[in-house]
């Protein structure tokens, strides 16, 4: 019995921790765009939409920028926020340009 309930505690809490919940991970990720967004005033004059899907903001009449996560395994039971959003790549009438 002992046993058994040692095992049910041990697998509960690992089943307890989670990441950052989604409000604030949304919340970190949505200061990051619009850090990058007033940072380009031509962006910040032209915006048309956040995709917080797609993690892309249009601005201008056809420019998209894109931005990404990068991916970092965690060990089991590893609880946290995701690594932060950071800007990949915008297009603008037909040109990619590159950021970090």
Same mark, same amino acid.
């Given at each position: 019995?002992?046993?058994? &309930?040692?095992?049910?505690? &041990?697998?509960?809490?690992?089943?307890?921790?989670?990441? &950052?919940?989604?409000?604030?991970? *949304?919340?970190?990720?949505?200061?990051?765009?619009?850090?990058? !967004?007033?940072? *380009?005033? =031509?962006?910040?004059?032209?915006?048309?939409? !956040?995709?917080? =899907?797609?993690?892309?903001? /249009?601005?201008?009449?056809?420019?998209?920028?894109?931005?990404? /996560? /990068?991916?970092?395994?965690?060990?089991?039971?590893?609880?946290?926020?995701?690594?932060? &959003?950071?800007?990949?790549?915008?297009?603008?009438?037909?040109? =990619?340009? =590159?950021?970090?």
């Amino acid at each position: 019995m002992k046993k058994a &309930l040692t095992v049910m505690v &041990l697998t509960g809490s690992q089943l307890g921790t989670a990441a &950052l919940p989604p409000r604030y991970q *949304n919340e970190r990720d949505l200061d990051a765009m619009v850090s990058w !967004i007033k940072s *380009n005033e =031509r962006v910040l004059t032209t915006l048309n939409s !956040i995709d917080f =899907r797609g993690w892309t903001v /249009r601005y201008a009449d056809d420019c998209k920028a894109v931005f990404h /996560r /990068r991916q970092v395994v965690h060990p089991a039971g590893w609880a946290g926020p995701a690594e932060p &959003l950071k800007f990949s790549y915008s297009t603008c009438g037909g040109k =990619r340009t =590159r950021g970090e």
